[in-house]
């Protein structure tokens, strides 16, 4: 351990066995102290240097004769590791692999056809503009994403009740992909879809993109019935962070819980931060519709808002004409009288 580390030299070993064999006693010989590991801050400056958490520069391309600047440095890999490239695919295999990799799906045999058939340079960058304008590039990533924010139609838990409108949230994605969306309006719609001031309205489907990008908080377990009610909301804002955590942030916040992470640099006071974030909202129903959809129409509504409060006053007045108080029958006039009596000065009833 770690995986992919190298092993412990052999006398090393040996001395792990020599030491077990005589009883593993403790070589310590300092008094305990009340902490055994470092100060949080100390940690936190020795995790911060990590080099997962470093900024992103740009390396030196390595010489070669690959175009792509990837390629270079996947060559200069193997010409250090004394491999023999793989040979070069042949057109119908590139375009199958291409064609999976964007779309999940194979290409049909006109399409391997024609680009064996396409002897031009701009052959294959043409395979790929017309692959990533497939609608079923859409389909193929959001089912990517689907997977990060663990989608599914129904709750789970017993009776595994439907998630009212959860196909809406996976549409979303779709039409995400397909349109392009930039990642970082990507994020925030996701996180904070329904508070921008300015969202992102479909011109074609009349649609709030930006609200339905929060739909991935309600896929949580949900059963009918919570016998605690606090401990359900406290399960479902664990997962809400967990599944934020690694999905935008590549981190398993859900560890720092109950202590501060083994690991990452991530405190216990950061996981309630965060819980303190999403504990203070509630689930709830959102209008999707764009603006200009909600005002469709808004004018002859107003109208008729007038002509509806006249006609029921009218109908109010005109009931009003036609009310009668009812008539007591005769038990009701016994009760009254037997009321009447005890309460009189000369009953009996204390």
Not at 16 to 32: H, I, L
Not at 40 to 46: F, T
Not at 203 to 228: C, I, K
Not at 261 to 275: G, L, N
Request: proline share 8%; with cysteine.
């Amino acid at each position: 351990m770690p995986k992919k580390r190298p092993k412990l030299d052999a006398k090393i070993i040996a001395d792990f066995v020599a030491w077990v064999n005589r009883g593993a006693p403790d070589p310590r010989t300092a008094a305990p102290t009340d902490s055994i590991t470092p100060a949080w801050d100390d940690l936190l400056a020795v995790r911060r240097n990590w080099w997962s958490f470093q900024p992103v520069v740009n390396p030196a391309i390595p010489a070669g004769l690959a175009t792509s600047p990837i390629d270079r440095f996947l060559d200069a890999k193997i010409i250090a590791a004394k491999l023999t490239p793989a040979a070069k695919a042949d057109k119908a295999t590139l375009l199958r692999r291409v064609t999976y990799t964007l779309t999940g799906l194979p290409p049909t045999t006109a399409e391997i056809a024609a680009f064996k058939a396409d002897a031009s340079p701009e052959a294959y960058a043409r395979v790929i503009d017309r692959l990533l304008a497939s609608p079923r590039y859409g389909e193929h990533f959001a089912r990517h994403w689907m997977d990060l924010v663990r989608y599914a139609d129904t709750h789970g838990s017993e009776g595994d009740p439907n998630i009212p409108q959860s196909w809406r949230y996976r549409d979303y994605l779709i039409r995400a992909f397909n349109d392009n969306v930039p990642y970082d309006q990507f994020v925030r719609e996701q996180i904070a879809g329904d508070l921008l001031p300015q969202p992102r309205v479909s011109p074609a489907e009349q649609l709030n993109e930006s609200a339905l990008g929060t739909g991935h908080f309600r896929l949580v377990e949900h059963g009918f019935q919570p016998v605690d009610t606090l401990d359900e909301q406290v399960r479902n804002v664990d997962n809400q962070i967990d599944v934020v955590s690694k999905t935008f942030l590549g981190l398993t916040i859900s560890c720092a819980r109950c202590h501060d992470h083994k690991f990452d640099p991530i405190s216990q006071a950061d996981f309630y931060a965060f819980y303190g974030i999403f504990a203070s909202s509630r689930p709830g129903q959102v209008t999707v519709d764009s603006p200009e959809q909600l005002g469709l129409h808004r004018e002859k509504l107003s109208g008729l808002k007038q002509e509806i409060r006249e006609a029921l006053a009218a109908q109010w007045r005109q009931q009003a004409k036609t009310y009668r108080q009812p008539s007591i029958g005769s038990a009701g006039k016994a009760a009254n009288a037997s009321n009447s009596s005890s309460d009189s000065p000369n009953s009996s009833k204390p």
